[in-house]
């Protein structure tokens, strides 16, 4: 391997490319109006923070594990309760995560980092989940702590291991799937190796007996670590009994079980590889370059039958464009919808057959196990029934990982490491800048899913000045307005008789009867929500690349609007 040390030049390049990340994930950080799901993580923790003895958080499978509820509070004491500090925090992690390749210089080339930094510093999609308060951030955090861990030979990582993982398991429940594909790993390892007749000598039962005896001590004492960490989030400080087994299983597992059939957030198969492609079009590029560099090393019969097999998957998804593939009894189960979901549901697992063959031939347990984090990864998002743009996020960072490696074996000059990052940032840069800065919020965007409108934020700041007005709503706006209304006493949204006619503001839904005669009162009407649901039917390869390279949707967006009734003597 090259010298993992960088030129004087790549020094400073990579002092620009942190400042950047840092500009890009701190400048207008409070800019974008707060999103829904913002609103909820928000203010639950608040109320752990107002109320620490009566106001802590009970496990709600909905909003996720107990970990940023007990974090925010901390936040909130240090900096006070506002929009920049609940983003403050995944900035500082964005920014971190973007330095994370650096530890890592020991084991990839010098080029190879220097283009990871580029990316991450720049990446549309990494940028702005670094300023969104969400859980993933947090999650991603903890893997990178798991993965930190394989570094160091002491026995302290297997604690350090444990830490990151059961902070998984506090933080969303996706680390249930993390968990299942580790688990998964060794056995398809050792049947691929039976399969393929791979040399790599599989993990066997003796070696894990070997191993457990060896370190048995170090086991029971990540078993006390995990259960200490898990039962102390869980059950709110030894105060919540209950929330041990409703974390564990008994609502975490049964309600996300449920929300999978039911498609609550309906979308299609290929949701992932469309949001990488229309914010991380170079990632795709990759991907491709990756695939046909994999064929092109097979041996000769073997490329013949790749190339046959990818051919045969295009022309097939072409000409099942009108199969119905949501009610064919073959697809069903994989939830396809599209054409496009046909040949990525056949993508994934023909290239991912390919790639595991490969690297076991060539030897390379380390690309193999990558590749396998992938791909499964990838299959598990595309899969899973409730489809929102930010869980695109876990197969974009496995593939750069893998990625990341599997170039690392090619010659990468310093020229054309130059050329490939100025080439990204060209592409990156200005997507970036449009998706959180220019049109953050924006109607077209499908980033944050749904969008709380620039019109209703500046509205509700000029609200949130006068304290002592009576302010009454209900319906969808109630989120994010509480958290508007934060520790305001003279905001209600339920209407209560003894209050009636005294409401100075009321908000409601539009075309919702007013709760009594609205006399002596204005009615105005303002955008609440925005949202762009594509219409896959009418997806083209035309508008498909329009929406990759300008976020020009192809068909109308949604919106709520919502009424404001206002005293006439405060409007005059």
């Known amino acids: 391997m090259e010298n993992s040390s960088f030129s004087r030049a790549q020094i400073i390049w990579l002092v620009i490319f942190i400042s950047a990340a840092i500009l890009l994930r701190f400048l207008f950080l409070d800019l974008r109006p707060i999103h829904h799901d913002e609103s909820l993580y928000a203010k639950y923790a608040y109320y752990f923070f107002a109320n620490n003895d009566a106001g802590f958080y009970r496990y709600n499978p909905m909003l996720h594990g107990p970990f940023i509820f007990f974090f925010y509070p901390f936040a909130y004491a240090l900096a006070g309760t506002s929009t920049l500090v609940l983003r403050v925090p995944t900035a500082i992690l964005g920014i971190a995560f973007s330095l994370a390749p650096l530890l890592f210089r020991k084991w990839l080339p010098r080029n190879i980092i220097f283009m990871l930094i580029a990316f991450l510093s720049f990446s549309p999609l990494f940028v702005y989940y670094s300023r969104f308060l969400r ?93 200490f960490v898990y039962i102390y989030f869980y059950s709110a400080e030894f105060r919540y009994a209950a929330g041990v087994l409703d974390g564990l299983y008994r609502k975490s597992l049964f ?36 695939t046909i560099s994999i064929i092109m090393q097979l041996p000769r019969r073997l490329k013949i039958f790749a190339i046959c097999g990818h051919v045969f998957i295009i022309v097939a998804s ?29 993508f994934i697992i023909f290239q991912s057959l390919l790639s595991f063959y490969l690297h076991l031939k060539k030897k390379r347990r380390d690309l193999f196990f990558w590749s396998y984090l992938f791909w499964s990864t990838t ?15 876990y197969p974009l960072l496995t593939g750069l990982i893998y990625f990341s490696q599997f170039f690392a074996d090619f010659k990468i000059d310093k020229k054309l490491c130059y050329t490939l990052t100025f080439c990204y940032i060209t592409f990156a840069l200005p997507m970036t800048l449009k998706t959180s800065f220019f049109q953050a919020g924006d109607k077209a965007e499908i980033l944050s899913q749904v969008h709380t409108t620039t019109e209703f934020h500046q509205e509700m700041l000029k609200l949130k000045k006068s304290k002592d007005r009576l302010t009454l709503a209900y319906g969808p706006m109630v989120w994010p307005m509480t958290w508007y209304y934060n520790d305001n006493s003279n905001f209600h949204f339920d209407y209560k008789k003894h209050f009636q006619g005294k409401f100075e503001t009321i908000v409601l839904k539009e075309g919702t009867p007013p709760p009594y005669p609205m006399n002596g009162m204005t009615k105005k009407t303002i955008p609440f ?3 762009w649901v594509p219409d896959y039917d009418k997806m083209t390869l035309l508008s498909f690349l329009k929406y990759s390279f300008a976020h020009i949707p192809w068909n109308d967006p949604g919106i709520l609007n919502v009424d404001i009734y206002t005293k006439n003597y405060l409007t005059e």
């Not at 996706?174 to 791979?198: C, D, I, V």
């Open 135 to 227: 859980h993933d951030y947090f999650f991603i955090a903890s893997c990178l702590l798991m993965l930190i861990a394989q570094l160091f030979q002491k026995p302290w990582r297997y604690y350090l291991f444990t830490l990151g993982l059961c902070f998984c398991f506090c933080i969303k429940e996706n680390a249930y799937l993390l968990t299942a594909t580790l688990l998964f790993y060794p056995l398809l390892l050792f049947f691929l190796n039976k399969l393929y007749r791979s040399e790599i000598t599989p993990i066997t039962w003796r070696q894990i007996y070997i191993l457990i005896k060896k370190n048995w001590k170090h086991l029971l004492g990540c078993l006390a670590l995990f259960s």
């Open 255 to 290: 309600y996300w079980f449920n929300q999978h059939k039911i498609e609550r957030i309906a979308g299609p198969f290929s949701f992932p590889f469309l949001i990488i492609s229309w914010n991380e079009m170079p990632f795709i590029f990759m991907l491709f370059v990756s």
């Open 318 to 346: 072409l000409f099942f464009t009108r199969l119905d593939c949501e009610n064919c009894i073959i697809f069903s189960p994989f939830k396809l919808k599209i054409a496009l979901d046909l040949w990525w549901l056949f």
């Open 379 to 393: 299959f598990t998002y595309s899969f899973v029934g409730e489809k929102v743009p930010w869980l695109a996020l």
């Open 529 to 531: 929500r925005a949202w």
